[in-house]
């Protein structure tokens, strides 16, 4: 049976191979990341991916370090704790120098890599622990392909640009390349001291090494758009990166455990969320993942700021002030503009100012624009910042607007989505391979497209908006929000539940026909609370059965489904954020078991990755004893929203909330899963003032301790 809509691939990474190693090593700061091998090579093998970015195109294409024209034996390669630096330790294999052998472990180098401001610095250390002198060369191997994101990921283009001649001087390469749109890029490749031998594509440097002699080398790669960079040295570049990366400190709560293995964890995370922030006008915002999504998205930023909101409630203003500046203010097809709409993501590289993909400011997300209104309410029940609501309160009455008219074009009281653009994204759910909604059968929904998911956002948003024009003093408003909030619950309930299967149907197609299939959606349903007290219970059995529940986590859709497929995008796999998304909506309807279950798989799947990073998704095959999770071959990692899931399920396991007109801090029914016998908190705060914490896991239950409090702040704790 044919599919009723042709597959687009355009806009996925099209994985001809693996990414080039799970171990690859990431910097990233403000609009600029990199990738590396362990050694702390650029290597073009994988799907090459590896490299250093900035603006969304590929500045160093190849980075090589030779050490007497052979590559060193790696001996550690870690990034710090906080992400400030990538430290890598090398040494020689076994050598001939003037026919005298060298023994392999004799010399020993350094690397020290970080990013500041557009510029790659390295340190190189190298060290003579034999007992002779020793004559060495260093090597550095440069090349930079100008490839924009985009064609990494495998876009096809019909021309390209131009590359500029390289340039050799006395301590820098520069190498350049003017692009269709009209910049002119250059890679600066400059160092401390005079190399022995140059040209365009590498740098040598003669070493006379006595016996315990050392001997340091400082390099920058500047990545520069139409003029010149201002590069500081090193260790300034070094002391300003831990300061930007820790300046969080001072907001964000601090959490320690009983586990050092769930400490890792959540380190880790802490340690990603700031490494992905970028500073904007707006304020905060968490980039969404490294390499391919690596700018602003929108859902990726709302959900990610509010699986942190807890921890520091700064993210989330920075995130709606940026998505309130870039709401759509008029119609555009080719963008999938809408008056009103939140934005989907934005894109500055080449291909985007080409308008050869339509992304530099793409609005296909039907879920963003009420998303954008959750977070708002949720900020608002965090802080009690009235004036930021008020100021945003426009901006929130054109998303309603939206909703109301351009989400809900066929007049049913459902959002649902259709592509306009003709490059646009098929499927505009958070699922968006274009196979992601589907018939019982398998065949591809026929559009427009009503998500499980979207009504779910609708509802929480209408009644967070009632609350907001109650606020603002517009009780009539507020009353007729209500009741549409609830006019949406009733007809919900009775257009997506699917007794047959115990569980909403992912969506409903043009025709309102229901697609009757199995997937985490409906989960979504139970955190946005649109589902009936009824249904929870149901729902939840459905998404922890053996078909839907992995042992890792809930997988996005059923292993009973037509299109099931554990190494698929959306079909099958499981997605750390989903989880977390789900855990909270278990929670909300008191399934505190169900979710110490969610909270137990993931940690189990953290301790299984290369740094206890959890990954954007990974394959939904089941758990097999003594073996981790297998791997999704071109995941983004890190990844913003994945990042912040320990903390969600983290708050989801303790029932935290606030009440900041109170100046309470509630706990409702705090559970902990059996690895954590305690877990501690400190600088938990609210506007009138702040706590220290600890809780400790009993037999059957949890018990809370308030060690300090400073201002006015009350801690209730319910059973």
Known sequence: MQDAIQIDDRWYVLATSSLADDRTRVLKQGDTFA???RYGDVRHIGIAEQGLYHGGMR??????LLLNGVRPMLLNSTMKQDNSLLAV????????????????GTVHVFRGKLLWEAVLHEHLRVMNYGREPLDLTLTLEFAADYADIFEVRGFQRAQVGELAAPTVGAREIVLGYRGRDGLTRHTRIEVDQQ???ADASQLTFALRLEPQQSRDLFVSVTCEVEGECTVCSYDQAYALNKQQLHAWDETDCAIHTSNEQFNSWLNRSFAD?????TETADGPYPYAGVPWFSTPFGRDGIITALQYLWVNPQLAKGVLQFLASTQAQKKNPERDAEPGKILHETRTGELANLGEIPFDRYYGSVDATPLFVVLAGAYWERTGDRDLIAALWPNIERALAWIDTYGD????????YARHSSKGLQQQGWKDSDDSVFYADGRLVEPPV??????GYVYEAKRYAARFAALLGDPQRAAALERQAEALRTRFDQAFWIEALGTYAIALDGTKRPCRVRSSNAGHALFSGIAGVDRAAAVARTLLAEDMFSGWGIRTLSSREARYNPMSYHNGSIWPHDNALVAGGFARYGLKREVLRVMEGMFESSVFMDLY??????CGFGQRPGEGPTLYPVACLPQAWASATVFYLLQSCLGLSFRPETAEIVFDNAALPGFLDRVTIRGLHIPSGSVDLTLYRRAQDVTLHVTRKQGEVRVVSMK
């Open 35 to 37: 990738l590396f091998d």
């Open 59 to 64: 500045f160093l294409s190849q980075q090589r």
């Open 89 to 104: 330790d090398l040494t020689n294999p076994d050598l001939s120098v003037g026919g005298r052998a060298i023994d392999k």
């Open 195 to 197: 190399p022995c031998s």
């Open 273 to 277: 969320l700031r490494m992905l922030t």
């Open 409 to 416: 074009a066929d007049g049913d009281g459902f959002v649902e």
């Open 450 to 455: 009503a998500l499980c998911e979207v009504q």
């Open 613 to 618: 990073r959890l990954p954007e998704l990974f």
